[in-house]
């Protein structure tokens, strides 16, 4: 029976507020804070049940200000709009890394249908 996947190296980029990792298939993938934080699995973003998902907005600028390990499966992620509930799983972190510009480009039509401009501020890079 084959394993999923499992993160070897986990860095965080506050600056560029990249999340970099490594998962031991070699599969590396740079995700931003941003697109972590409007895929977060928990239930206020997701809802219990598709339908219920929430749009996330204004979450250009979110970084992370922590991660706290989670056994030996997941990782909790500390936003700096104070959201950190929900867990990312290995599973769901590889899926992530996968499916990034997929789902990248869902987002930015579910914004683009709600009429929702994304506003970068460029004063940080």
């Not at 934080?37 to 049940?49: I, L």
């Not at 204004?58 to 990782?75: D, H, L, Q, T």
Request: aromatic share 10%.
């Amino acid at each position: 029976m084959a394993t999923n996947p499992v993160p070897i190296k986990i860095n965080l980029q506050q600056k560029t507020k990249l999340l970099h990792i490594i998962f031991d298939d070699q599969t590396e993938c740079k995700l931003s804070c941003e697109f972590l934080r409007v895929y977060s699995p928990s239930a206020e973003v997701q809802g219990h049940h598709p339908s219920q998902a929430a749009l996330q907005t204004g979450k250009e600028n979110v970084n992370i200000s922590k991660i706290s390990p989670v056994g030996r499966y997941a990782i909790k992620l500390h936003f700096s709009d104070g959201h950190d509930t929900g867990l990312f799983t290995w599973a769901y972190l590889y899926n992530l890394a996968k499916n990034y510009d997929q789902l990248w480009l869902e987002y930015i039509m579910k914004l683009d249908e709600a009429g929702v401009e994304r506003k970068v501020d460029n004063s940080e890079r």
